[in-house]
């Protein structure tokens, strides 16, 4: 009975995650700031990584964690991007330029 009661309740926690692995894979699909989504997965990994890790399943943990490292890298460089101070104004421009027509394309 109560091998019973955790296969329900390990199958409702399953269904969950997925459910919310679901939104956050829309949310980064839709999202238009990195500050849209990485709140969202920071979120997911402390879910994921609390009293009920073992769990989860690796590939969604696995795949979340590799998703907020990616995202986290591209904001730090999109962010050093964005500092003008003492670089080429000129080359930094041309970055953004080649960045914005990737977008446009």
């Known amino acids: 009975r109560l091998a019973s009661l955790y ?14 692995v679901a939104v956050v894979r829309e ?10 989504v990485i709140p969202i997965l920071h979120t997911l990994q402390r ?3 609390g009293p009920f890790n073992t769990h989860f399943p690796n590939n969604i943990v696995l795949e979340s964690n590799n998703l907020l490292d990616r995202l986290q890298q591209e904001k730090k ?10 670089s080429d104004v000129k080359e930094k421009v041309g970055i953004w330029r080649k960045k914005l027509d990737k977008l446009q394309s």
């Open 7 to 20: 296969d329900k309740t390990r199958q409702l926690l399953l269904d969950r995650v997925r459910d919310f």
């Open 27 to 36: 949310a980064v699909t839709s999202a238009e700031c990195f500050d849209d």
């Open 47 to 49: 879910e994921m990584s």
């Open 77 to 86: 460089e999109h962010d050093r991007l964005l500092e003008f101070g003492d």
